[in-house]
């Protein structure tokens, strides 16, 4: 397993679109993006399930980030889209090896990227 690296942070204006990137490894279970602000916690984005594709989202990004994975390039995706000012954070990707586990807790991703800063202004 190679940790995951993301790309594809910046900034941009509210309202504003960014696409991050993410590697992925081969055999990994799911794969999930959190953010941080400084002095919050971790707090859960978005995730995949590898097998089934299927996807989950925090409520606070529904209906703007898109997850998303290739699996010819094992790469994931985190399309953001109406970015808002509170969208400001460092992302990180992780991935989880075990089948079957939560994808909103944290503590159930096993590899985690460096982080890529996200700046929304106004």
């Known amino acids: 397993q190679v940790q995951p690296v993301e790309s594809g942070g910046g900034l941009v204006q509210a309202g504003g679109s960014l696409r991050l990137s993410c590697s992925r490894s081969?055999?990994?279970?799911?794969m999930g993006w959190f953010r941080q602000v400084p002095g919050k916690e971790r707090e859960f984005v978005a995730a995949?399930?590898?097998?089934?594709?299927?996807?989950y989202y925090a409520d606070s990004v529904k209906g703007r980030f898109t997850i998303s994975g290739d699996n010819a390039k094992n790469t994931v995706y985190l399309q953001m889209n109406s970015l808002q000012r509170e969208d400001t954070a460092v992302y990180y990707c992780?991935?989880?090896?075990?089948?079957?586990?939560?994808?909103?807790?944290?503590?159930?991703?096993?590899?985690w990227g460096q982080g890529t800063q996200v700046t929304v202004s106004s």
């Open positions: 992780a991935a989880q090896i075990y089948f079957g586990r939560s994808l909103v807790e944290r503590a159930s991703y096993n590899y």
């Open positions: 081969f055999g990994t279970a799911a």
């Open positions: 995949i399930q590898w097998s089934s594709g299927n996807t």
